[in-house]
């Protein structure tokens, strides 16, 4: 199976902040990464696609990069609804894994 | 405007049985793989099944395999996911989720039902 980590697990940031999250693969996934937001009590939301592919409707100020093993979301500029916990998933194979959670929160 | 709605979660005992519907509409069902995710309570996803489209192909997660059974109905435009054997650490938020594109990842989710195993 393909473990995901992610760092850090959690950060504290301000509003107007740029904050980077990332996920380490154990073994190359190519560019089948996802990032999801997770709210409390919420169903996630996909932010992020095929790595670097902003999903319709999402803020730019979202962005991923990376491939093969490592990868990147980064929040230019941290707004108040942004609060929320980011997974990262692959999907270039079974079973499907999901890192473990980074939680941003305010500072 | 795509919508995913789940049902059929409750209390069970150990050992019992249980079986998950997710309704869904605003897309062409049969034209995507649709999956289960879950989440314990206080803890992060957790991938359990995904099905193809025409219901041909199914992958389980090791944790479930043998327990569990995904499948869909085209023509009802409703996946499910029959429970057996229930144990306590099944118990979770249980999502289901359309793959945007091939298995994953995951575009629209449910609200999610929770499933609680307690005697």
């Known amino acids: 199976d393909i473990q995901m980590t992610q760092s850090p697990s959690s950060v504290s940031a301000s509003v107007g902040d740029r904050v980077t999250i990332t996920c380490r693969a154990s073994q190359g996934v190519s560019s089948w990464l996802a990032w999801y937001e997770q709210k409390p009590g919420k169903a996630p939301k996909l932010l992020i696609y095929?790595?670097?592919s902003l999903q319709s409707g999402v803020p730019s100020r979202f962005s991923g990069s990376g491939s093969g093993t490592d990868f990147t979301l980064t929040i230019s500029s941290l707004q108040p609804e942004d609060f929320a916990t980011y997974y990262c998933q692959q999907a270039n194979i079974f079973p499907l894994t999901f890192g473990p959670g980074t939680k941003v929160d305010i500072k | 405007e795509v919508q995913l709605v789940e049902s059929g979660g409750g209390l069970v005992q150990p050992g019992g049985s249980l079986r998950l519907s997710c309704a869904a509409s605003g897309f062409t069902f049969s034209s995507y793989a649709m999956s289960w995710v879950r989440q314990a309570p206080g803890k992060g996803l957790e991938w359990v099944s995904s099905?193809?489209?025409?219901?041909?192909?199914?992958y389980y997660a090791d944790s479930v395999k043998g327990r569990f059974t995904i499948s869909r109905d085209n023509s009802k435009n409703t996946l499910y996911l029959q429970m057996n054997s229930l144990r306590v650490e099944d118990t979770a938020v249980y999502y289901c989720a359309k793959g945007i594109a091939s298995f994953g990842p995951f575009d629209y989710w449910g609200q999610g039902t929770l499933v609680t195993v307690s005697s």
């Open positions: 099905v193809s489209g025409t219901g041909g192909s199914t």
């Open positions: 095929a790595a670097s």
